[in-house]
């Protein structure tokens, strides 16, 4: 997450689900569906068309590209940059301000779960003695 945040790699996310093309170190070109980019820029594709250096084309159903071989990668034109980025960063505060109140929220509700507990403890202690004392009160009568 800190590397999504604090690097482009916040703007490749912008692109999954899109139809682009990743330029490799060695001169070939992969173009294809984008479904996963990790924060080490992996790039999980589909229908891709690998393209080598020699103009030689191979189809691949899925194409893993690592991280270190990607020396560029097309940003479509419909993608507007700075929002992309803006919106990633807020996705992931989002998803941090999530995960931080449903902690909370399940840590009162332990706490309240805790209380219950002791409270019914109490009652049923309570309850008990009032038995006892309406028994020793019977005998007495008796």
């Known amino acids: ?46 229908d891709v068309v690998f393209k080598s250096y020699r103009g030689i084309s191979h189809n691949f159903s899925s194409f893993f590209v ?6 560029y990668v097309h940003i479509p034109d419909e993608i507007d940059m700075r929002a992309a980025i803006d919106q990633e ?21 332990r706490i309240t779960k805790r209380q219950l507990q002791a409270d019914k403890e109490t009652t049923l202690r309570r309850r008990q003695a009032e038995l006892e004392e309406k028994k020793k009160i019977n005998q007495e009568e008796t």
């Open 1 to 46: 997450k800190f590397l999504i945040r604090n690097t482009l790699i916040s703007l490749l996310k912008a692109v999954e689900g899109m139809v682009t093309t990743v330029e490799l170190r060695n001169e070939n070109a992969v173009t294809g569906l984008i479904q996963n980019v990790d924060p080490f820029m992996n790039i999980v594709m589909e």
């Open 66 to 71: 690592q991280g270190m071989n990607i020396r």
């Open 89 to 109: 960063v807020n996705r992931e505060w989002r998803m941090r301000d999530k995960m931080t109140r449903e902690i909370r929220d399940a840590a009162r509700k």
